[in-house]
């Protein structure tokens, strides 16, 4: 999914009781616990971490953030990343974005989305992108929420996103 516009994303309100903090040396660990917890679809090892964000460790503190709870417990993440060379240009990057099961569908991921897409167009103003799988269609809800829309680049692929916005279509018209 890609998004190409200089408008702010949409902002939504932290709940009370919960913070973010930005990552320091440590929050490996609870990168990994929340991706493991929380991703079924994807093979999360601690060096899966590493893979992704190894070329670039001095970034994090300015990219990545985790939504805290009440007790100050890692419960969700997300990453403000790049990619210097897609399409053949730099792009944002929204990447590994992951709420706990538990705390899942409680609308923690738009308050953090908000955060972590603000802080990518500061880096990338113009152009961001994100990679999804369609059995993900919550989270495709929400990336179109925030003027994402699906890239198009075959007609399987154009096949596919219709029957996934179809899919969709009576939660984006309703409020959610």
């Not at 929380?38 to 985790?66: H, M, N, V």
């Not at 908000?114 to 799988?133: D, G, Y």
Request: aromatic share 14%; glycine share 6%; with cysteine.
């Amino acid at each position: 999914m890609v998004r190409v516009s200089r408008a702010p994303f949409p902002q939504f309100a932290l709940p009370a009781n919960f913070s973010f903090i930005w990552y320091r040396v440590g929050c490996e660990k609870w990168w990994h616990d929340i991706q493991f917890r929380s991703d079924p679809l994807s093979k999360i090892t601690p060096e899966t971490f590493w893979k992704y964000f190894g070329t670039a460790p001095e970034e994090l503190p300015r990219r990545q953030c985790f939504l805290l709870d009440a007790a100050s417990q890692p419960i969700g993440t997300a990453t403000a990343w790049f990619d210097d060379s897609y399409h053949g240009q730099a792009w944002g990057r929204l990447h590994w974005v992951a709420i706990l099961p538990e705390f899942q569908g409680r609308g923690l991921a738009k308050p953090l989305l908000s955060v972590v897409c603000e802080r990518m167009r500061e880096f990338h103003p113009e152009r961001a992108f994100l990679r999804t799988a369609a059995e993900r269609l919550p989270a495709i809800a929400l990336y179109l929420k925030f003027g994402f829309v699906p890239e198009i680049k075959s007609h399987e692929e154009e096949e596919a996103w219709a029957r996934i916005l179809r899919t969709l279509q009576p939660s984006r018209s309703g409020g959610g």
